[in-house]
């Protein structure tokens, strides 16, 4: 009987390492996704994505990152280091992030029908409806057979 009682906690545990490794490389997919989709003028707009537990950052950065690398490193960084797995928030504090998502702009150089030629369908969207997906591949490579 103590064998069993065992392999259940044994078995419990793994699942629980499962569970963890799915959540924190799910947001790490869909967070590193979101910032290489952003588009790319100076770099502010793809270096203003913060990762963070349960509260939105209301950080506003000045910095510049036109490939996106180093603040994908940071959000792994935070993703992989913050205690609580269940809850991860990605925010941009830009004023234009909004307008770059959804179209807001005239048309110009750079723009078609208000969307930045570089993300027309934005780029919180099209990735979050991704979400789900790549959930389910986490799991199914970390959680226990």
């Known amino acids: 009987m103590a064998s069993f009682a065992l392999s259940i906690r044994e078995n419990i545990a793994a699942f629980d390492v499962g569970v963890e490794k799915a959540m924190r ?3 790490i997919q869909v967070f590193s996704s979101i910032v290489e989709s952003t588009p790319v003028d100076e770099g502010r707009a793809r ?5 963070t537990g349960q509260k939105p950052s ?14 994908i490193e940071a959000i792994k960084s935070t993703v992989l280091s913050i205690k609580d797995y269940s809850s991860f928030t990605l925010t941009s504090n830009l004023p234009y992030i909004i307008p ?8 110009g150089d750079k723009t078609v029908s208000g969307f930045s030629k570089q993300a027309p369908a934005g780029m919180l969207r099209i990735n979050m409806n991704r979400a789900n997906k790549i959930l389910q591949e986490q799991a199914a490579r970390n959680l226990p057979k």
């Open 100 to 107: 770059l998502e959804f179209g807001l702009y005239g048309d």
């Open 47 to 51: 270096a203003s994505w913060v990762a």
């Open 25 to 27: 490389g799910t947001a």
């Open 58 to 71: 209301t950080k506003l950065t000045t910095n510049e990152d036109t490939s996106g690398s180093a603040t």
